[in-house]
């Protein structure tokens, strides 16, 4: 069972929620009709309010603590910067009433590293494109001890149940906590948690693969190609961020993967782009490998770097998965 008057727990629940209903709040502030294509400047405010967020919060609950995140307060130091260091002030400032730009970098830098024995890894924003497009993204914490996830926390503000794309909803918050199962709740009111448990689908033909709009790390046509591979009758659910980690875990989803993109061959995964999901995953009984059926290995830093894309599934679609994957060469 979950136990919620866990410290790391109870920080890993708080933090991500406090730093999701941020992200929303910028999200609706600043990403608006006007806003032109090439215009990422809401991202990267909200990338940096979450990260700076978190990094104050683990400061308080957790100062010995390390963080391998995404981002570095660099570019805000510059003189192109200070704009964007005001806006990030601001939304800070909403949480945290004393935030100065120099508190504010500082926050973002907070013991930032790319390995430790113990470390919590974060993406503030996982879904930059689902963040623009006011559909799906999620805030991504985890915590990593000796190679191995032990908390997994998603913050899915325009998900409901964990399950249900919502955008006008409560949101959900997922956390998964080893040997003790993947559980969800309502982002905006946390309450009563529901276990979550994977799909008991084991037709090849009838299993739901969720795909990413963004296709920038992947291999589309070959994702086609393993589809026909495995005899896949059903569509595909199109989905952004590990937001698709949650649906899997919730059973409305089967099978996800990761193929490697013929214009970036030696890609290899950021941690925190998987810890996370994959212990949601597991925990709600699902299983995650790369493409040739190892373990993820948290252990090489910032990237995956001994593991080559992602298959993800229900566990019992995996076999027949990573079959296919052979069979067409992935």
Same mark, same amino acid.
């Given at each position: ?162 399950? &249900? ?62 589809? &026909? ?24 989803? !089967? ?8 214009? &970036? ?8 782009? &998987? ?14 490998? !790369? ?40």
């Amino acid at each position: 069972m979950l136990d919620l008057d866990h410290p790391e727990i109870q920080f890993a629940l708080n933090v991500t929620r406090r730093a999701s209903l941020l992200v929303r709040q910028v999200q609706a502030e600043l990403v608006t009709p006007a806003l032109t294509k090439d215009d990422r400047s809401p991202v990267t405010v909200a990338d940096y309010a979450a990260q700076a967020l978190v990094g104050r919060l683990l400061a308080q609950s957790f100062p010995q603590d390390w963080l391998v995140a995404e981002e570095d307060s660099s570019a805000l130091r510059t003189p192109e910067g200070r704009q964007a260091l005001q806006q990030v002030t601001q939304f800070v400032r909403r949480n945290l009433p004393d935030a100065t730009p120099e508190m504010v970098c500082a926050w973002i830098d907070h013991r930032r590293t790319d390995a430790a024995p113990r470390f919590w890894t974060l993406d503030p924003i996982d879904g930059t494109k689902g963040f623009l497009r006011g559909d799906q993204y999620a805030i991504v914490l985890a915590l990593v001890v000796d190679g191995h996830v032990q908390i997994g926390v998603l913050g899915c503000p325009n998900l409901t149940r964990a399950k &249900q794309p919502d955008l006008n909803g409560p949101g959900s918050l997922v956390i998964a906590v080893r040997e003790a199962g993947a559980w969800t709740t309502s982002l905006a009111s946390p309450g009563d948690f529901q276990q979550l448990q994977v799909s008991t689908q084991a037709d090849p033909a009838q299993a739901r693969l969720l795909r990413s709009f963004e296709s920038g790390h992947t291999n589309v046509s070959q994702i086609d190609t393993f589809a &026909q591979a495995l005899g896949i009758q059903t569509e595909p659910v199109l989905m952004d961020s590990q937001a698709k980690y949650a649906v899997l875990a919730a059973g409305k989803g !089967d099978l996800m993967l990761r193929l490697i993109s013929a214009s &970036q061959p030696n890609y290899r995964e950021k941690i925190w782009d &998987q810890a996370a999901g994959s212990l949601v995953l597991e925990e709600a009984g699902g299983q995650i490998t !790369d493409l040739d059926g190892k373990p993820l290995d948290f252990t090489t830093g910032r990237s995956l770097r001994e593991n080559r894309g992602i298959l993800a599934s229900n566990r019992l679609l995996h076999a027949a998965a990573l079959s296919a994957l052979r069979q067409i060469g992935a």
